[in-house]
């Protein structure tokens, strides 16, 4: 669309943001890129580049509009009924449980794995690390503050004893479930993971990877999990090979390591 080039423009993205774009699929992310440099009246690759560099509000707004931070409160219920029936049960023991949720964009997801979890243990032994590439949204993760839209699909058994209400249609999760919740910044991308997990739930973010960064991604999965541990994913990104990884499939979305 432009003529200066895309393949410099990723460059030039990852010298200053360490966001390697190599690894998105192209097409889609590159429809995005477009169409909002052209939405900004910016003529090309190149001096979008400098807009990102000089503006600090335009770089915030870029990142947080290419990282497609949308969640929700128990997104994809079923998923989520599937998990407290069939997996939880023979994993969860009285020494606690080590969770990642792994892209938790604004916190829903790790917050819900928690109230969920809390109807298997005291909260005081749930420990859920939730990790995102983008600072904005872990700021908004840390701040536990929500709209009735994130909450809406969240079980009224959870909703009455978790999340009090303030003013302006502003909804607060319980310091108790906060507590169990650890955010910190971590990059899908990079080399070093963390390790010794019960389950890693990372759903809603491998779709947007190349099956090669996939590829990469799931081998040190396996290896941040426990023997026994489980994976969970979104409902589009099934693994094709899962004995590759040393997974063994145990439902639609969930593996278990062998
Ligand atoms: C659609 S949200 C998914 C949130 C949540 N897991 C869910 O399913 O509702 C995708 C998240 O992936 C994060 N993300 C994108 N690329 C990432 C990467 N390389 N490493 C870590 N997180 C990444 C984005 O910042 C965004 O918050």
Redesign the pocket.
Known sequence: MFIDSYGSFKEQFYKLTG??LN??KEGQMRRRIDSLIAKNRIPGYTAFINVLKSDKEKYDEF?GYI??????FW??PEQWEILERNILPPIINDSGIKVW??????G??PYSLAMLLGEFLPLNRINILA????KQ?ISKARSGIYTEKSIKGLPARFRNRYVNHMCDGAYEVSQEIRKCVTFRE?????PRYPLDFDMI?????LI??TDEAKDVVFHKFSRSLKPGGILFL?STEQILYPKDYGFSPISSFFYKKL
């Not at 949720?101 to 604004?106: E, H, K, L, N, V």
């Not at 971590?186 to 990079?190: A, F, K, N, R």
């Open positions: 966001i390697d690894a998105y990142l990282t497609i931070n949308v969640s929700e997104r994809n949720s792994a892209a938790c964009s604004t829903d997801e990790t995102d590439i983008d949204v971590h990059d899908l991308l990079s739930v990372c759903r809603n973010v947007y990877f979104g």
